[in-house]
């Protein structure tokens, strides 16, 4: 939700900014196996929705999916490494105020993954 309030608008021509976001993402991590050496091999994120608006009003709901092609990650994997793949989705919210306005934003974030394939070939 993006909101906004200017107190004053005849006497304070003021403009408040607010932004919202939301990403889909996948992240993969190794180990070592001995221990020590974490790394993070590959992150890819992909924008689900953006809204920036000046003086915002009102709630907007996104809802969709996202092809698979999109989230992509091609890792060299090592039998020496443990890997964790990460499949995750985040919200991001910022609001300007200042003298005159109050501008407001809040977001959520939820997602389902129904399937997730990792492929195996070898070089």
């Known amino acids: ?8 608008p005849e006497h304070l021509p ?4 607010a932004v919202a976001a939301g990403q889909i993402g996948v992240q993969i991590q190794s180990t070592d196996r001995a221990g020590g050496a974490f790394r993070n091999d590959a992150a890819r994120w992909v924008s689900a929705w953006e809204r920036s608006e000046p003086n915002p009003s009102g ?12 989230l992509q990650v091609d890792v060299l994997a090592f039998g020496n490494r443990n890997y ?12 300007q105020s200042k003298f005159g306005v109050d501008t407001r934003a809040s977001s959520s974030i939820s997602c389902q993954l129904p399937l997730l ?3 195996e070939t070898e070089l």
């Open 1 to 8: 939700m993006l909101g906004s309030k200017v107190y004053d």
């Open 14 to 17: 003021v403009t408040g900014w």
């Open 59 to 70: 709630l907007r709901s996104y809802n969709g999916t996202e092809d698979a092609r999109t």
């Open 84 to 95: 964790a793949i990460w499949v995750s989705c985040r919200a991001f919210v910022l609001s």
């Open 117 to 119: 394939f990792v492929e």
